[in-house]
C-alpha cells in the first residue's frame, strides 16, 4: 500500500504542461475516481486535478495514537462550516464538514461503506422524468439501482473476513453484491467490536426488528451489517487519496495533480456558454495575493468540489440563479436557479441511556485507560493481520426501519405530503411555501419540489423503503437519521466576499413533516428500552427522558437535541431536468454548457438510505464511464 504523503504533487502553475485535455476541481471521492478512470482509459490524453488541499496522511476515524475513543478521531484537513441560523429550531446553527485534503470527504469520513436502498435510486431516476434526455435512456444508462449496480461493484475491492473472526463476531454478506472489483478501495469488516454491541443487536431484535443478511444489494431493511472503508489486513483507511491517485500515480505518466490551489470560476470567453469547455481559473493559496491563472482543457472540465464548493464555484462563473447573480455584482452567463438549491442532510437527535445493573460489556472504551490494555491495543494495530480496538473504526451495523414498520399511524403524514405536492397555485399549502422566498417564484424549483414530495410519500408508505437510520456506536446513545427529510436549504455565495467559504442555509424542518418524522422516530426508538435484552441491566432512559411523554414535549426534545448534520449534505446541483430545477444532465453536463460536468454529491437529485461515500464513487465510476465512451466516439479508436 502506497502512503500518501509519498506521491508526487505539483504545488507550482510553472509546474503544469501548457494544456490539458481533461481539468478536474477538486481531489475527493468522486474527482479522484474519474480522474483515475479517465488517465487509464487515455494514456495519450493529459489529465489535470486542482486541489484546494494537500497531500496529508489521512488517519482512520480510531487510529493510535489517540488513546481515548472519541468516536471521530484525529482527522486530516477539513472545511469547518456553521450555518446561517435555522428560524424553525430555535435558531441553531448547523455544523458540518468536507475534506480539505487529496482524498476529499473519503480521506477524513466515518469510513462506513454502506450503500443506499434500490428505492433511493429508483426514486432518482423518477424524479428525472420528463424529459426526452432522461427518457430516451437506455436501461442500463439510466441513474437507477440496476443501473448503478455494476459501477457499486467496480468501485471496490471487497475482502470477507477470516471464517473465526466472522463467526465471532457473527458477520453475514452476500459475496454477489460485492465481487468483481479491483478497485483499491478496500472494504472489510473489523476483527474488533466492543461489548456492548451484541447487546444492542439483541435488544433490536426483541423490538421484532428482523435481521437482514446482506444489504449491499440494494434490499435495505431490518438489522445491516455495514463493511468499513479499510484494508482487510492493515485495517488503515481506505480513500480516494490512495486508491485514485497514490497507488496509481506511478505507472500514469498523464495524471497530473496540483494541490494548494483553489478553482475560483470558469470563464467562457466572451460569456458564450456554448463556445466551451471553459478556461479554469485558479489562485495559489501559497500566496493568496498571486495572480489569477488561466487554466486550458481541450475536452472537458469536471467541477467535483464537492457539495458546498461545487455550487459556489459555479455561482462565481455566472452559472446560478440569475436574481442572485444580479445580486452580487455577478454577469449571468447561465439562469440556472437549481445551483445551490434543494440542499438536504440527514438530522435528528439521539436517544440516550444508562444501566443501573451493568452487565459485563467488556471490552469498553474504559479499558483503553488500562495501561496492560492499552498497551496490547496499540501492538495489535500493527500486526500483521492487525488486530484489537483501532481496527473499528466507529461503528459497523445499523438497522434500517420504514415508516409502516415504526407505526401504525402513518396515514396521516402521508396525506399531509401528498396534499403538499398536489396543492394548486395560491392554497396555503402549496409546495412554494416550504421552499426559501427566493425560490418560491421559480416555477421549475417549485415543480421538482412538487415531484420530491410526491415521490418521498411513495417511498415512505413502502414497507421497505427505509425512513430511519440508527447504527450503532459505543457510549450508551443512538443517532435517530431521517433518511428523507423533506426540508430544502441554500448555498450562496458570501455577498462580502465571494471567494470564501459559501453560506449554508440549512433550513432543517422548514417543512414541518419533518417533525412529525423525527417524533415517529423517537416513540419508536424508545421501546428500545424497554426490552427484556435492555431490562435486564436496568436500563433507564436519559434522553428524551421519562417525563418527556407527550407529542409536544417530544417535539420539544427534538429541537432542543437535534443533530442538523450527520455529514451527509448532497443535491446542490442536481441531475434532474432542468424544468424541475436540475443542474446536470444524465450525461452530467451542464445544463446549456458545453465542456462543463460536474460529478460528485452534489448531483444526486435527493438523499439516500445511507451514507454518501460509496454512492458518490459510484456515480464517479459511471460518470467517468459515460465521459469515456463519449470520447472514444470522438476520437476515434485510434487515438486511445
Ligand atoms: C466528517 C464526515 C464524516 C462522514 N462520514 C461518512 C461515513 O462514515 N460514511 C460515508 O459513506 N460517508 C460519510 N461522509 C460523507 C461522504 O464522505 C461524502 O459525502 C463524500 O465523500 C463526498 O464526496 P464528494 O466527491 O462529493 O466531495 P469531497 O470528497 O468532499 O471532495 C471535494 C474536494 O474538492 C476540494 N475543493 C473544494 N473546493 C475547491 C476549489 N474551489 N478548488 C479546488 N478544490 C476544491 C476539497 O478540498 C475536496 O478535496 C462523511 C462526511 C464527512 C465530512
Known sequence: VALPHDAPAKRQVSQLRDSYDFIIAGAGTSGLTVADRLSEAFPTKSVLVVEYGTVEYAPGVFDPPEKVWSGSGHLASSFNFQSLPIPDVLNKTALTFGGKVVGGSSAINGMFADRGSRYDYDAWAELQTGSPEFDGLKSSDKWTWEGLYPFFKKSITFTAPPVAVA??????????????????????????????????????????????????????????????????????????????????????????????????????????????????????????????????????????????????????????????????????????????????????????????????????????????????????????????????????????????????????????????????????????????????????????????????????????????????????????????????????????????????????????????????????????????????????EVLPGANVTTDAQILDFVKDQMVFSYMHACCTAAMLPRSKGGVVGPDLKVHGAKGLRVVDASVFPMLLSGHLSMTAYTVGEKAADIIVRQWKREWGKNDQ
Request: proline share 9%.
Open 167 to 540: 463467526e465471532k463476531q457473527r458477520y453475514t454478506w452476500n459475496a454477489t453484491n460485492f465481487g468483481g472489483g479491483t478497485t483499491p478501495i478496500y472494504l472489510s469488516f473489523p476483527e474488533f467490536q466492543w461489548g456492548d454491541h451484541h447487546v444492542l443487536r439483541e435488544a433490536w431484535r426483541d423490538m421484532g426488528i428482523w435481521v437482514n443478511r446482506d444489504c449491499a444489494g440494494g434490499d435495505k431493511d431490518g438489522i445491516c451489517w455495514v463493511p468499513n472503508s479499510q484494508h482487510p489486513v492493515t485495517a488503515r483507511r481506505s480513500y480516494s487519496g490512495l486508491g485514485h491517485y497514490a497507488d496509481v500515480k506511478d505507472s500514469r505518466k498523464n495524471y497530473d495533480l496540483l494541490v494548494k490551489h483553489q478553482v475560483t470560476r470558469v470563464v467562457y470567453p466572451g460569456g458564450n456558454p456554448r463556445a466551451g469547455p471553459p478556461l479554469v481559473e485558479i489562485r495559489s493559496l501559497d500566496n493568496t495575493t498571486s495572480q489569477l491563472f488561466n487554466l486550458t482543457a481541450t475536452a472537458d472540465v469536471i467541477i467535483s468540489a464537492g457539495v458546498f464548493h461545487t455550487p459556489a464555484i459555479l455561482q462565481r462563473s455566472g452559472i446560478g440563479p440569475a436574481p442572485f447573480l444580479r445580486k452580487v455584482g455577478i454577469p449571468v452567463v447561465i439562469d440556472l436557479p437549481g445551483v445551490g438549491s434543494n440542499l438536504q442532510d440527514h438530522s435528528g437527535p439521539r436517544l440516550m441511556w444508562n444501566y443501573t445493573t451493568p452487565g459485563n460489556f467488556s471490552p469498553q472504551p474504559d479499558d483503553l485507560l488500562n495501561p496492560a490494555f492499552l498497551a496490547d491495543a496499540l501492538a495489535g494495530f500493527n500486526e500483521t493481520p492487525a488486530r484489537g480496538p483501532y481496527t473499528l473504526a466507529m461503528s459497523n451495523s445499523a438497522i434500517y426501519m420504514p415508516l409502516p414498520n415504526m407505526t401504525i399511524e402513518y396515514f396521516p403524514i402521508l396525506d399531509k405530503i401528498r396534499r403538499i405536492s398536489a396543492a394548486a397555485n395560491g392554497s396555503s399549502e402549496h409546495a412554494a411555501r416550504y421552499l426559501s422566498p427566493d425560490q418560491r417564484s421559480d416555477p421549475t424549483l417549485v415543480s421538482g419540489y412538487q415531484h420530491q414530495l410526491a415521490v418521498i410519500a411513495d417511498f415512505l408508505a413502502n414497507p421497505k423503503a427505509p425512513c430511519l437510520e440508527t447504527a450503532f456506536t459505543t457510549g450508551f446513545t443512538l443517532s435517530m437519521m431521517l433518511l428523507h427529510p423533506l426540508s430544502r436549504g441554500t448555498v450562496r455565495l458570501d455577498p462580502k466576499d465571494h471567494l470564501q467559504m459559501p453560506l449554508l442555509d440549512y433550513r432543517s424542518a422548514s417543512n414541518p413533516v419533518d417533525f412529525d418524522l423525527h417524533i415517529v422516530h423517537t416513540n419508536y426508538l424508545r421501546r428500545l428500552i424497554q426490552t427484556p435484552t435492555m431490562q435486564q441491566y436496568g436500563t433507564m
